[in-house]
C-alpha cells in the first residue's frame, strides 16, 4: 500500500517561494502516477502538478500553476517536490500528495485518478 507524508508548507509573503516535498513508501508500480493536489474549505480538490513516468517523464500543470510551479521527482530517495514561485493569496491552500495507478492512457490530471493521499501540507500566502 503506497503511503504518502507532506512537508514544507509554511506562510509566505506574496511573490515569496516554497518547495513542498512528499516522501513515497509503499513502492508503487513503476505505472503510477503522482501529483499534488490543492483544496481550499468548502471547495472542491484541485490538481495542481502530476508527473508520470512511460519511458520518458511526463508533467501535467493546472491553469493556476503554469509557468510558476514545477514537479519534480527524485527516485532514488522516493520523494516528490513541488517547486512554488510567485506565490499568490489565491494559493493559500491544503497541499495533498497523491498517487495512483495509471490505467490506459490517462493524462494522471483529475483528483479522481488518484487512490492514496497524504495528510496535506498548508501553504498560506499573505499579500
Known amino acids: 500500500q503506497v503511503q504518502l507524508a507532506e512537508s514544507g508548507g509554511a506562510s509566505v509573503q506574496s511573490g515569496g517561494s516554497l518547495r513542498l516535498s512528499c516522501a513515497v513508501s509503499?513502492?508503487?508500480?513503476?505505472?503510477?502516477?503522482l501529483a499534488w493536489v490543492r483544496q481550499v474549505a468548502g471547495k472542491e480538490r484541485e490538481l495542481v502538478a502530476s508527473?508520470?513516468?512511460?519511458?520518458?517523464?511526463?508533467?501535467h500543470y493546472g491553469a493556476p500553476a503554469q509557468g510558476r510551479f514545477t514537479i519534480s521527482q527524485d527516485n532514488s530517495k522516493n520523494n516528490v517536490y513541488l517547486e512554488m514561485t510567485n506565490l499568490r493569496p489565491e494559493d493559500t491552500a491544503l497541499y495533498f500528495c497523491?498517487?495512483?495507478?495509471?490505467?490506459?492512457?490517462?493524462?494522471?490530471?483529475?483528483?479522481?485518478?488518484?487512490?492514496?493521499w497524504g495528510q496535506g501540507t498548508q501553504v498560506t500566502v499573505s499579500s
Open positions: 497523491a498517487a495512483g495507478p495509471r490505467i490506459g492512457h490517462s493524462l494522471c490530471n483529475r483528483p479522481a485518478d488518484f487512490d492514496a
Open positions: 509503499g513502492h508503487p508500480s513503476r505505472n503510477y502516477c
Open positions: 508527473i508520470f513516468n512511460t519511458g520518458g517523464i511526463n508533467r
